[in-house]
């Protein structure tokens, strides 16, 4: 019998293709109709062009091992199965071109370099950094150092419960480096506010990231689009490796076939009607976001579904900017926010070129620092706030996009769910599994990486199960 696995996003995906990986069959179901979730391909409209881009942003560094692995799997051409995943910063020889750009961090401002990254392991690497940067004081960048130290010498643990802002203050950090820097970076790695965003998990971030060796850091842009980065190889990759895929198919509700938990039936409806109808699984792993996966999941384990129903969402907007004329956008630019004024942007990412149209995107995250201002005027504001912050012609042409539930904020009262919760409701749930940033095992935040990470976690704990069901050969 093969593995279902409930959800095409990212975690869906990749524990598909560990499950692939290791001989197992896997049918995989998908409401949407295109792969992805919350990070997929989408046509937007930008002035008299349509092209395509993203629903959203997602800041890939580095230290996402899990992504980066994944991404190397199903990038390899055809055939080639066993060889490894592109190098750090180009494509091995013979191999297709590694399908995202990799650069050193290297954070711009409206006033300058604010902090930049050396080739230096851990700490020395951003200590390095900072002797060339001049929009911090001497002051500042001695409270980073300080507080950098500080978090590896205690491990970067002990500070669950706290919020970012009381972390900060226990470790004084001064407040123009709070607003130049960490309330900036916390925005992007946790969408929540520091006044409310758990500090363990922001340490963790930190660890992985300006704590670690010298590429955790790097920027990974995708060369396209993030749907082209992974979702859409990663289903090519699996319908050639024998995996059965379903789009446009709603689960609409999972159960087990018999009083031990040794198979799942599955109830889903695709275009053509009733899918996968009486066939059973030998596992199943629910790769859906939390209020689906509770829905799923309220007769089976009603426990881990109230957990599930305790998790918060907050909004991204991006704002698409379009010239004609190449304006010359660093990498990654961090803007200067000031809602008195309108300007709710916080990071620009360069996206290239498509169709005559040299594309930005800005990131507003935290629904509230934004209020109700409609899109229209949203995409006014930001282009207006770009222009003047970064002395840019203005935008000849904008396009919002909103995801009302694009993440879940990062409280340090968020519940803790493993993969494995399920299980911990009765010996019969042993083969139901979740997978999702939400059921990350490593404390991440609502990542891709948090995504992936559950996603091969959950593959691989079924794939131990099925081992020792089937016994030694």
């Not at 802002?165 to 004084?172: K, P």
Request: net charge positive; aromatic share 6%.
């Amino acid at each position: 019998m093969s593995v279902a696995v409930v959800g095409g996003g990212w975690a869906g995906l990749a524990a598909a293709a560990e499950l692939t990986d290791r001989g197992i069959g896997v049918t995989l179901f998908e409401a949407a109709p295109q792969w992805g979730g919350r990070a997929r391909r989408c046509l937007v409209q930008l002035g008299d062009t349509e092209i395509a881009l993203d629903n959203g942003q997602h800041l890939m560094l580095g230290a996402y091992s899990e992504c980066l692995r994944q991404i190397g799997r199903v990038s390899r051409p055809a055939g080639d199965l066993a060889g490894a995943a592109p190098g750090p910063r180009q494509s091995a020889a013979g191999r297709s071109p590694a399908p995202f750009l990799r650069t050193r961090m290297h954070i711009a401002t409206p006033d300058g370099v604010l902090l930049r990254r050396t080739s230096w392991p851990g700490t020395a690497g951003v200590i390095g950094g900072l002797l060339g940067t001049g929009v911090l004081s001497a002051g500042e960048r001695w409270a980073l150092v300080r507080f950098l130290v500080a978090l590896r010498w205690r491990g970067w643990h002990g500070f669950d419960g706290l919020t970012v802002s009381q972390l900060l203050a226990r470790f004084r950090q001064p407040e123009p480096l709070v607003r130049r820097l960490w309330e900036p970076l916390c925005i992007a790695a946790m969408n929540t506010e520091i006044g409310a965003a758990c500090a363990q998990t922001f340490v963790t971030v930190l660890r992985d990231s300006l704590g670690a060796g010298a590429d955790a850091s790097d920027f990974i842009t995708p060369v396209s689009t993030l749907g082209a980065l992974f979702p859409e190889p990663a289903a090519d990759w699996l319908q050639r490796h024998g995996a059965r895929l379903n789009l446009r198919t709603t689960v609409r509700a999972i159960a087990p076939a018999d009083a031990t938990g040794s198979a799942w039936r599955v109830q889903a409806t695709g275009p053509g009607g009733a899918v996968a109808d009486g066939e059973e699984f030998a596992a199943l792993i629910m790769a859906v976001p939390p209020p689906n996966a509770a829905r799923l999941l309220q007769e089976l384990a009603p426990g881990v579904a109230a957990r599930l129903g305790e998790f918060e969402f907050d909004t991204i907007a991006t704002v698409y900017l379009g010239w004609r004329d190449d304006p010359g956008l660093m990498p990654v630019t961090m803007l200067a926010e000031d809602a008195g004024r309108g300007h709710f942007g916080q990071w620009l990412f360069a996206r290239g070129a498509q169709h005559g149209w040299h594309v930005g995107a800005v990131v507003v995250s935290a629904q509230g620092r934004r209020a109700a201002v409609v899109p229209s005027e949203l995409a006014r504001q930001v282009a207006a706030q770009a222009a003047e912050q970064l002395r840019l012609p203005l935008a000849s042409a904008t396009r919002v996009i909103v995801e009302k539930r694009a993440t879940w904020r990062c409280l340090p009262t968020r519940p803790l769910l493993g993969p494995d919760a399920c299980t911990q409701e009765g010996a019969r749930l042993r083969r139901l599994w979740l997978a999702g940033d939400h059921a990350c095992p490593d404390r991440y935040p609502a990542t891709l990486e948090g995504a992936v990470r559950s996603g091969v976690a959950a593959a691989r704990g079924v794939a131990e199960l099925l081992a020792l069901a089937t016994g030694p050969a």
